[in-house]
Nanobody, 120 residues
């Protein structure tokens, strides 16, 4: 059974930091990504990383967020610094077997999501 389990969300003030984790079990994925979805908005790409640690980011988070992975633990992380109120959303981890893609439908497996709330 494939599972992706996110953790690390919470409520913080603008300018603070959070670190999200996503532990995968049952499969290893070449590309693992983070997406986010604000209320009444579409789910959008945030960042993704390949098995070889090639990463890509949405323009809105470049320079503030860092994605990394520990292949031995089958875990991907999202370090979020200088958080803004517009970062408030449910953050989802996703995995796929091919290369990095930027559309949710291209990912095969999803976690349940973790809430991040940033107050200004």
């Amino acid at each position: 059974q494939v599972q992706l389990v996110e953790s690390g969300g919470g409520s913080v003030q603008a300018g603070d930091s959070l670190r999200l984790s996503c532990a995968a079990s049952g499969r290893t994925f070449n590309a693992m990504g983070w997406f986010r979805q604000a209320p009444e908005k579409e789910r959008n790409f945030v960042a993704a990383i390949t098995w070889g640690s090639i990463a890509d980011y949405a323009d809105s988070v470049k320079g503030r967020f860092t994605i990394s992975r520990d292949n031995a633990k089958n875990t991907v992380y999202l370090q979020m610094n200088s958080l803004k109120s517009e970062d408030t959303a449910v953050y989802y981890c996703a995995g796929k077997y091919g290369s990095i893609r930027y559309v949710p439908n291209d990912y095969d497996y999803w976690g349940q999501g973790t809430q991040v709330t940033v107050s200004s």
